[in-house]
């Protein structure tokens, strides 16, 4: 039997994995990237730093992102110690910065069809189910439509850690367990149409941010682990119209010791995650995979870089995550 051979397979076609697809196929690389689901599809992550936009700019979607019509706002509400105040991004001499309320089943299907018209192979709905290892190096993939080798592959598939827990690696927790329970509502919401809030109280914090024109989106994370009830929402949209049931996700700050080795790469949430305070996954996602593509390059120009390529990964990981998790650790202090 021949096995079909591509220089990179990304798994996960979230915004992390497209963006190393992207940076991969514009280096020429043959790349061949994997999604279980079909899309359109929902997924939590729709509040966006206007930090994004060089990198989108990089990847060529800045101006469909532009046109797609997402809702854009100057900053956030906060309520932490002190009373609600404003907190704005910020401006330069081309204005005020706007961040991005981006429908992610829009945002990532513009990041999916770029990397489609750069020349990257996409299958799906397609599920990557086991790292092929040979030698101590990843080699390729099994699917549920076949076997892929690969001279890299690239776990991109969010904070399951689909390719940690296949090698066995290290996945570190920086924090207590922590749940963030969710939910969408519809209708009219006044007091969040310019801008989210965040507002804590004494047993957590609840987000809040007006997501596109009739939708709403809340997140509840409470640090003694209570639970939420399922059919709880924030106050600020009583009357508005429960989409569903509240949802939970695992947001335990984490990080996978070693995020890229021997034919590998860990990308966006596969690699580290946060809580979602931080509202910076998506831009970490991208901007990994743009580091990622670019040091998958280095390594097919000269093999002999692969092992500096790996460590300068694995430290550029490592400095990202323990900022943002020494920002929080400031944030949450008064819970200690
Ligand atoms: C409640 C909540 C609120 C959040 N709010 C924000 C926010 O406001 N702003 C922000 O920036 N971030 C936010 N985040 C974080 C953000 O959602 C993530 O950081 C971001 O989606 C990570 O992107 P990714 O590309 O690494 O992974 P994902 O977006 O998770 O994409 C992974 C993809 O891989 C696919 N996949 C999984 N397994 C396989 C497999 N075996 N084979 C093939 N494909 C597979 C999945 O279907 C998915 O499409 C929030 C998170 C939560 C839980």
Redesign the pocket.
């Known amino acids: 039997m021949t096995v079909e051979m591509y220089d990179v397979i990304v798994?996960?076609?979230?915004?992390?994995?497209s963006a190393a697809a992207i940076s991969c196929a514009c280096a020429n690389l043959r790349v061949l990237l994997?999604?279980?689901?079909p899309f359109p599809?929902e997924?939590?992550?729709?509040?966006?730093?206007p930090g994004i936009e060089p990198l989108l700019k990089q990847l060529g979607v800045l101006d469909r992102v532009l046109a797609a019509g997402f809702l854009r706002h100057q900053g956030t509400w906060v309520q932490w110690e002190d009373g609600l105040q404003f907190v704005p991004f910020g401006e330069d001499e081309s204005g005020v910065w706007q961040g991005f309320q981006a429908w992610?089943a829009d945002f990532?299907k513009i990041l999916l069809e770029r990397a489609k018209a750069v020349g990257v192979e996409v299958l799906q709905p397609?599920?990557?189910?086991r790292l092929i290892v040979r030698e101590e190096r990843a080699i390729g993939v099994e699917?549920s439509r076949g076997v892929f080798h690969a001279s890299i592959v690239m776990d991109?598939?969010?904070?399951?850690h689909?390719l940690a827990k296949q090698l066995g690696l290290q996945i570190r927790p920086y924090s207590p367990p922590l749940i963030?329970y969710?939910g969408y509502v519809r209708g009219n919401c006044p007091i969040r149409e310019e801008a989210p809030a965040i507002i804590a109280d004494e047993q957590g914090w609840t987000?809040t941010?007006k997501v596109s024109p009739d939708r709403y989106q809340w997140?509840r994370l409470t640090f003694n682990g209570d639970w939420v009830k399922r059919d709880w929402f924030p106050e600020e949209f009583s009357g508005l119209n429960p989409m569903g049931q509240s949802r939970v996700?695992d947001?335990t700050w984490r990080k996978v010791d070693r995020p890229a080795g021997l034919g590998y790469f860990l990308?966006?949430?596969?690699a580290a995650?946060i809580d979602?305070a931080s509202?910076?996954?998506?831009?970490?996602?991208v901007m990994s995979?743009i580091m990622a593509g670019h040091l998958a390059k280095l390594i097919f120009k000269d093999s002999q870089l692969e092992h500096k390529a790996i460590e300068e990964y694995c430290q550029w990981v490592r400095g990202w995550f323990h900022h943002d998790i020494e920002k929080l650790k400031q944030l949450y202090a008064r819970w200690d």
Do not use: I, M, N, Q
């Open positions: 798994v996960g076609g979230g915004p992390g994995g994997l999604e279980k689901l599809r997924h939590p992550g729709e509040t966006l730093h992610r990532d397609c599920r990557a189910s699917t991109a598939a969010g904070g399951h689909w963030a969710y987000w941010a997140t996700a947001v990308v966006g949430d596969a995650a979602p509202s910076h996954g998506v831009l970490k996602a995979g």
